[in-house]
């Protein structure tokens, strides 16, 4: 069976490093991106200027951005990828700064690449033509339980039930009383118990109250209280306190949709 033809590997080649990257290689519009930008507004930390000298921070730039939009992750990678990877290297100049200069770098300049990642970014999103979004959502189930998930409904229903036990156990505290007063015993709850009880509902009470002010004051429909963004929702198996995260994909280039690109559009 015939096997497509390789190259020979004594064969000398004459070519320049710019033809090793396609031209439609997003290592072309990240080396454009970082070029364009004025390095002084971002206040990048210089290296110091005795010893050996330091490496470009452009080039860092172009190589954590390049890391980025590929998914190479961690400094040693990123490291790798300067010996490896034909697109870094031509990116970076064929420099190969080890791991640990890539990672001081980051550390050392981590808002400022926030920065600059977030202009990219939006770059991006301006010069891209987008098609239609598809939108869907998921729901997972939160931590929170449905018993600490309250609406105003629920608050109000707790509320005006613990109202009504709590006038109930003050009646049978009050008979109680009488029942000692006349030396009766009964088969009833004991007036330590009620008073128990009483506490209790109170305690409740008070703090049913706080949560409906909690409510009031911030304008929320609904309050969890171990995931405070939970929200209860009906779901194929009844109601359940869950997230329900939204998702918008173009058609065209299969990206998430930008949320200021989102709204323009519907």
Request: charged share 35%.
């Amino acid at each position: 069976m015939p096997y497509v033809k390789t190259f020979d590997r004594d064969q000398f080649m004459m070519c320049s490093w710019d033809s090793l990257v396609d031209p439609e290689s997003i290592a072309r519009l990240i080396d454009a991106f970082v070029e364009s930008l004025d390095l002084s507004k971002y206040e990048i930390k210089e290296a110091s200027s005795e010893g050996r000298p330091a490496y470009d921070p452009k080039g860092l730039l172009k190589l954590y951005i390049y890391g980025s939009r590929k998914g190479i992750r961690s400094s040693r990678k990123l490291a790798e990828s300067c010996k490896t990877n034909l697109e870094v290297k031509w990116l970076i100049g064929g420099v190969e700064p080890d791991f640990r200069t890539i990672s001081d770098f980051r550390k050392n300049n981590i808002d400022c690449i926030k920065s600059i990642f977030h202009e990219f970014n939006r770059r991006i999103s301006g010069v891209v033509e987008w098609g239609f979004a598809s939108i869907d959502g998921s729901k997972f189930t939160a931590n929170n339980s449905k018993d600490n998930n309250f609406t105003k409904n629920k608050l109000d229903d707790r509320i005006k039930w613990l109202n009504g036990h709590t006038d109930e156990y003050l009646r049978l505290l009050r008979e109680a009383d009488e029942e000692e007063d006349l030396d009766e015993q009964s088969d009833s709850l004991s007036k330590e118990e009620l008073e128990n009880k009483l506490k209790e509902a109170e305690e409740r009470l008070a703090r049913y109250k706080q949560y409906q002010q909690m409510m009031e004051e911030s304008g929320a429909s609904q309050l969890s209280l171990t995931d405070a963004d939970a929200k209860l929702m009906k779901n194929k198996n009844g109601f359940a306190v869950a997230f329900n995260p939204q998702t918008a994909v173009d058609s065209n280039t299969h990206l998430t949709m930008p949320k200021k690109k989102l709204c323009r559009r519907f």
